[in-house]
């Protein structure tokens, strides 16, 4: 699975770096993914909303029952 999600994310950042954002893997602990947002995404308002509306539901097309917790 976590090669999986690995490959997930490296789709998803091409959309983050189109708005001057990316996003860091920091860990995978079962299934709980840690991130960090960078860039513009690291301050945008918006930023728990691409989390957990964007990544962790694209995510959980793996496995329903994965989670994203943000990392500062």
């Not at 996003?23 to 299934?31: A, C, P, T």
């Not at 840690?34 to 690291?42: A, N, P, S, T």
Request: aromatic share 2%.
């Amino acid at each position: 699975m976590e090669e999986q999600i690995k490959a997930k994310l490296e789709e998803l950042r091409s959309g983050l770096q189109a708005d001057g954002g990316d996003l860091e893997l920091v860990n995978i602990d079962g299934k709980v993914v840690y991130l960090r947002l960078v860039g513009h995404c690291g301050s945008c308002p918006f930023a728990m909303m691409t989390l957990k509306q964007g990544i962790e539901t694209a995510l959980q097309d793996i496995d329903p029952e994965i989670t994203v917790e943000r990392v500062a």
